[in-house]
Nanobody
Framework: QVQLEESGGGLVQAGGSLRLSCAASGGTFSSYAMGWFRQAPGKEREFVAAISLMAGRTAYLDSVKGRFTISRDNAKNTVYLQMNSLKPEDTAVYYC????????????????????WGQGTQVTVSS
């Protein structure tokens, strides 16, 4: 069983930056594809970014391309989401997720394909 714990959320002004971290424990981190999702009040959860288990491939929601960067450090069992040029519409609870049994190159976008989820961290961007 894998446990995921997000950190790094907070309140930031539009145009600012935050770096989210997700620490994994209880599993073999390097064998999981990792993803970040978010859910704003009254909206469905949406895919934000994913990174393959081999860390060679990434995928992003169109609206965050060029502003967000996903990365992973397998030695630290941690995945990161660097968020720059934040906008009020980025306000949401951000969740990290892990998918087991992924092909080495996969960057899964479907939330239902992930096996483990963290509790989430709130990101609020003020205008």
């Amino acid at each position: 069983q894998v446990q995921l714990e997000e950190s790094g959320g907070g309140l930031v002004q539009a145009g600012g930056s935050l770096r989210l971290s997700c620490a994994a424990s209880g599993g073999t981190f390097s064998s999981y594809a990792m993803g970040w999702f978010r859910q704003a009040p009254g909206k469905e959860r949406e895919f934000v970014a994913a990174i393959s288990l081999m860390a060679g491939r990434t995928a992003y929601l169109d609206s965050v391309k060029g502003r967000f960067t996903i990365s992973r450090d397998n030695a630290k069992n941690t995945v990161y989401l660097q968020m720059n040029s934040l906008k009020p519409e980025d306000t949401a609870v951000y969740y990290c997720a892990a998918q087991r049994g992924s092909p080495g190159w996969a960057t899964p976008r479907q939330g239902r394909s992930y096996d483990y989820w963290g509790q989430g961290t709130q990101v609020t961007v003020s205008s």
